[in-house]
């Protein structure tokens, strides 16, 4: 990664009396990068986010914003925009209104935001000029120069997230931050607002941070995904390697939409020699049924969904076992007995503690 840190945690953890909600995270949020934080519900990610905004102190640890320490500074004077879930408009202010409120905040003082200030006063009316400049600028951005008289309420979800970025983004913060922005969306509102985000990452080159527990979020969006556990990020990577390498057991099992087949060691040998030693992690999307393959099973039931097919498996040793067929691939019948196999790279091992064997 080439581009300097903008917005950093060293080491930070962040303790609610007797729960670690955070503990010992370092992130760098670097120019230009799109990170996203995945992890399971509860695992810290809100907290991280709120850490690194300067809506919560850190218990232990700093905050870095471009190498300089902001551990003690405010939210105000980090200036990292963050988008919630629910993105919250005022409802009786115009998308105009909406998108030029943080600035009117920022730069005005209370006498200068009363109606009419501008006409009694030259320099009001120049600030407003500018504010004016930038709305207009941040609306046509996001496609929202038709909509600046109309009301949150006459707006579709999708418009109205896209003001929520709009006011998020008229600020020019040091960086964006976005807590689970795609959750409340169905799937076709929620695939355009991914492209929509992507989009305003390239054009706009603010470094994002996107917190989610959606690993396809995660995987389609970002450069590199942090996975977090139980307050700990336990993984930093490209979402290939976070994917096709990951770094334990617990990765291995939270990515990737079918849970990883896990083999003790013993019976995983027949599919590895590693796994005499190991116990090894096979997708169910890379099984495969073939007739002299070493892994013996039991078919249990066959599900059939569409574009893939998902069999329940008993294997050696009465392990329990995942297979996904894709596409036109005959389907055994339950109860019939099938031999699978691996490919080598498709392999996964880890030792006692969890952590991967490299095999290859
Ligand atoms: N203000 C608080 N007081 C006490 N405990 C808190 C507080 N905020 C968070 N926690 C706890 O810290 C842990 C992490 O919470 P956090 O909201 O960061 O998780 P999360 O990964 O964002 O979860 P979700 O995806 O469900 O929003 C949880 O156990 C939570 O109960």
């Known amino acids: 990664m080439t581009g300097k840190p903008v917005l950093s945690l060293d080491h930070a953890t962040k303790r609610f009396g007797d729960t670690v909600a955070v503990e010992d995270v370092s992130l760098d949020l670097r120019e230009g990068e799109f990170v996203a934080l995945l992890g399971a519900s509860g695992?810290?990610?809100?907290?991280?986010?709120?850490?690194?905004a300067g809506l919560d102190q850190v218990s232990a640890g700093r905050v870095l914003l471009r190498g300089a320490d902001a551990t003690r500074d405010t939210a105000a004077a980090r200036n990292v925009a963050?988008?919630?879930?629910?993105?919250?408009?005022?409802?009786?202010?115009?998308?105009?209104?909406?998108?030029?409120?943080?600035?009117?905040?920022?730069?005005?003082?209370?006498?200068?935001?009363?109606?009419?200030?501008?006409?009694l006063r030259a320099p009001v009316g120049r600030k407003l000029d500018a504010i004016d400049a930038q709305?207009?600028?941040?609306?046509?951005?996001?496609?929202?120069?038709?909509?600046?008289?109309?009301?949150?309420?006459?707006?579709?979800?999708?418009?109205?997230?896209?003001?929520?970025?709009?006011?998020?983004?008229?600020?020019?913060?040091?960086?964006?931050?976005?807590?689970e922005p795609l959750s409340n969306l169905d799937t076709q509102l929620r695939a355009d607002t991914r492209d929509e985000i992507r989009a305003l990452h390239?054009?706009?080159?603010?470094?994002?941070?996107?917190?989610t527990?959606?690993?396809?979020?995660?995987?389609?969006?970002?450069?590199?995904?942090?996975?977090?556990?139980?307050?700990?990020?336990?993984?930093?990577?490209?979402?290939?390697?976070?994917?096709k390498r990951p770094g334990?057991?617990?990765?291995?099992?939270?990515?990737?939409?079918?849970?990883?087949?896990?083999?003790?060691?013993?019976?995983?040998?027949?599919?590895?020699?590693?796994?005499?030693?190991?116990?090894?992690?096979?997708?169910?999307?890379?099984?495969?049924?073939?007739?002299?393959?070493?892994?013996?099973?039991?078919?249990?039931?066959?599900?059939?969904?569409?574009?893939?097919s998902i069999l329940s498996l008993r294997g050696p040793g009465d392990i329990v076992l995942r297979a996904v067929l894709r596409g036109a691939a005959s389907v055994p019948d339950q109860g019939s007995r099938i031999h699978l196999s691996a490919s080598p790279e498709a392999?996964?091992?880890?030792?006692?503690?969890?952590q991967r064997v490299e095999i290859a």
């Open 202 to 211: 390239k054009t706009t080159g603010y470094p994002f941070l996107l917190v």
């Open 43 to 52: 695992c810290g990610k809100s907290t991280t986010l709120r850490l690194l």
């Open 248 to 308: 334990s057991r617990a990765v291995a099992a939270f990515i990737g939409h079918n849970r990883m087949n896990m083999i003790p060691s013993g019976p995983a040998a027949a599919v590895h020699p590693m796994g005499a030693r190991f116990d090894l992690g096979i997708r169910p999307e890379d099984l495969r049924i073939t007739p002299d393959g070493a892994l013996d099973a039991f078919v249990e039931s066959a599900a059939y969904h569409g574009e893939e």
């Open 82 to 119: 963050l988008m919630f879930q629910s993105y919250a408009l005022y409802p009786h202010l115009t998308v105009y209104q909406n998108i030029a409120m943080p600035l009117r905040l920022r730069r005005l003082s209370v006498l200068e935001r009363l109606p009419g200030a501008a006409i």
């Open 213 to 243: 527990h959606d690993q396809s979020d995660a995987l389609s969006m970002a450069d590199r995904v942090a996975v977090m556990i139980d307050g700990r990020i336990v993984q930093v990577g490209s979402p290939e390697s976070v994917f």
């Open 135 to 179: 709305v207009r600028r941040i609306a046509e951005m996001l496609r929202l120069d038709p909509l600046l008289a109309r009301k949150p309420g006459q707006l579709s979800g999708g418009q109205q997230q896209r003001v929520a970025l709009a006011r998020a983004l008229v600020r020019d913060p040091s960086a964006f931050l976005l807590d």
């Open 347 to 354: 392999v996964h091992a880890f030792d006692i503690d969890g």
